[in-house]
């Protein structure tokens, strides 16, 4: 006889079928909020090494499955191994975030995609044991960022508020900054394809800079670049699910998920819930997108806002989420109210 399989509403919400239970995880929910991450952390000589110590970084993505009722685990990594496995030093300062040595036209010529998946080997093994230690009905997502948001560290050596040193190399030298986008597509589809073998059922593409793009550099570097890994990926792993996060497209989001090919589009908070609703497809499973400061005050505005976002969506497959990660203040008492009201819609 036959055993019928365990669905996971989460992976069937991405699909496009809608969940009578609304689905719900959490950007960065395995993370200093956590008293249990924290002593996994001190573990660790760094944050890379945490990263790439399958043992502690398998720990750390399921902890926040154990403390609450989520329903999916995200492989606990960084956008930032794709850039440190092309050979681009990379280091994370207290304080600080991430550091890395800036990239010229030069350095853009000694990149290796070559080398990503066995570079990220370890990575690969945290995801082996996840789904080797996740139940049956939880979806694993793993993810990568997309290459214009890694590339503004790659060139930039850092975060910044506007990316001006990414915009303006790509200005300046748009043949050396089209092989970088050329690059870090062809590693992105490499370390998703092996996610994707290794056990995570859906992936998601974190483009967390997707702001501050007029509307032809948008379709240049975010639109275009996403749109070949996407089809890359299903080039090997048919009709494989992708979320999308262009956090900051705005106006730009129809065109995002029409070109783009994602099953699912992440909202980020500043997204006006009517107009999410009226312009993204109707079939189309939206993700997102409470503030992640309304978390950290908690109270009845926090479970007011929830509500509305619940409401706004509840004819079309939805992911509850934040519309950001959680950040590290974040009271254990309201993430675990926040999932009571949800629940509870």
């Known amino acids: 006889m036959t055993e019928t399989p365990v669905l996971k509403p989460l992976l069937e919400t991405v699909l496009g079928r809608r969940q009578e239970r609304l689905p719900i995880w959490i950007m960065r929910q395995a993370g200093r909020y956590l008293p249990e991450y924290r002593e996994i952390r001190v573990k660790a000589q760094d944050f890379l090494e945490l990263c790439y110590t399958p043992e502690l970084a398998t720990e750390v993505t399921l902890q926040p499955l154990r403390r609450f009722d989520l329903d999916a685990?995200?492989?606990?990594?960084?956008?930032?191994?794709i850039p440190d496995a092309l050979g681009q030093k990379v280091r994370f300062a207290t304080g600080e975030g991430p550091l890395l040595e800036p990239l010229d036209a030069t350095g853009i010529d000694r990149l290796t995609p070559q080398t990503v998946v066995d570079h990220l080997a370890p990575v690969l093994e945290t995801v082996r044991r996840v789904r080797a230690a996740l139940a049956l009905d939880k979806t694993l997502i793993g993810f990568?960022?997309?290459?214009?948001?890694?590339?503004?560290?790659?060139?930039?050596?850092?975060?910044?508020?506007?990316?001006?040193?990414?915009r303006l190399f790509a200005l300046r030298e748009p043949v050396a900054f089209a092989k970088l986008l050329d690059v870090l597509v062809e590693a992105s589809v490499a370390?998703?394809?092996?996610?994707?073998?290794?056990?995570?059922?859906?992936?998601?593409?974190?483009?967390?800079?997707?702001l501050n793009l007029d509307e032809r550099a948008f379709a240049d570097w975010v639109i275009a670049p996403?749109?070949?890994?996407?089809?890359?990926?299903?080039?090997?792993?048919p009709n494989a699910p992708v979320?999308?996060?262009?956090?900051?497209?705005?106006?730009?989001?129809?065109?995002?998920?029409?070109?783009?090919?994602?099953?699912?589009?992440?909202?980020?908070?500043?997204?006006?819930?009517?107009?999410?609703?009226?312009?993204?497809?109707?079939?189309?499973?939206?993700?997102?997108?409470?503030?992640?400061?309304?978390?950290?005050?908690?109270?009845?505005?926090?479970?007011?806002?929830?509500?509305?976002?619940?409401?706004?969506?509840?004819?079309?497959?939805?992911?509850?989420?934040?519309?950001?990660?959680?950040?590290?203040?974040?009271?254990?008492s309201h993430v675990e109210r926040l999932i009571a009201v949800v629940r509870g819609s």
């Not at 685990?73 to 191994?81: E, G, Q, R």
């Not at 960022?145 to 890694?150: A, C, D, F, R």
């Not at 007011?304 to 969506?313: K, L």
């Open 73 to 81: 685990a995200i492989l606990f990594s960084d956008i930032l191994v």
């Open 243 to 332: 979320i999308g996060f262009p956090r900051g497209a705005a106006a730009m989001i129809p065109a995002y998920v029409r070109e783009v090919g994602v099953n699912a589009v992440g909202l980020d908070y500043s997204t006006p819930l009517g107009y999410a609703a009226s312009a993204v497809p109707a079939g189309l499973t939206v993700q997102g997108n409470l503030d992640p400061l309304r978390l950290v005050a908690g109270g009845a505005q926090m479970e007011e806002r929830a509500r509305e976002i619940v409401a706004a969506f509840r004819d079309r497959p939805h992911i509850f989420n934040l519309g950001h990660g959680i950040v590290p203040e974040t009271p254990i």
């Open 191 to 210: 370390y998703l394809v092996a996610q994707f073998r290794a056990g995570a059922d859906v992936v998601q593409l974190f483009e967390s800079w997707a």
């Open 144 to 166: 990568c960022g997309s290459p214009w948001t890694v590339a503004t560290y790659m060139i930039g050596g850092k975060g910044s508020s506007d990316q001006a040193a990414a």
């Open 226 to 237: 996403n749109r070949r890994i996407v089809e890359g990926i299903r080039k090997v792993i």
